[in-house]
């Protein structure tokens, strides 16, 4: 899919950030992500908006700072509904948990994620938890 100029989500579907090294598959754990893929996903379709390229909080080297670090991972995707990666570590989905994002765990393509995730009802819903 191709990258849409047009950022406004489409009536009824919500941004989700994948973790993903090659846009290929899911391949990124959360804290070593490089990059995170946005797609606009809903029940009607889906789309690709844009790559974030994220400084990963894990091995970074910031020592003290690695919890700064990690928040601003977090705030990258925090317009996003959900994220999809490889592994997620408990400080990770903690976060995410408090900013109302849904967070899953996959191998798979992208192609077949967004499609899962366009079938799962519980994104769409006001009242989805992690």
């Given at each position: 899919m191709t990258a849409s100029s047009d950022p406004a989500l489409s009536s009824g579907a919500v941004r989700v950030a994948i973790g993903t090294s090659t846009g290929a598959r899911v391949s990124e754990h959360f804290g070593h992500a490089t990059r995170f893929e946005i797609w606009e996903v809903g029940p009607a379709g889906s789309r690709f908006l844009e790559t974030r390229n994220n400084r990963p909080a894990c091995g970074s080297g910031c020592g003290d700072r690695a919890e700064a670090v990690m928040?601003?991972?977090?705030?990258?995707?925090?317009?996003?509904?959900?994220?999809?990666?490889?592994?997620?570590?408990?400080?990770?989905?903690?976060?995410l948990t408090k900013l109302g994002i849904l967070a899953f765990e996959t191998d798979d393509t992208v192609d077949d994620t967004v499609r899962q995730l366009a079938a799962f009802d519980g994104l769409f819903t006001a009242e989805a938890v992690a």
């Open positions: 928040d601003a991972s977090v705030a990258l995707i925090a317009d996003c509904k959900a994220v999809v990666v490889s592994r997620l570590g408990e400080c990770a989905i903690n976060r």
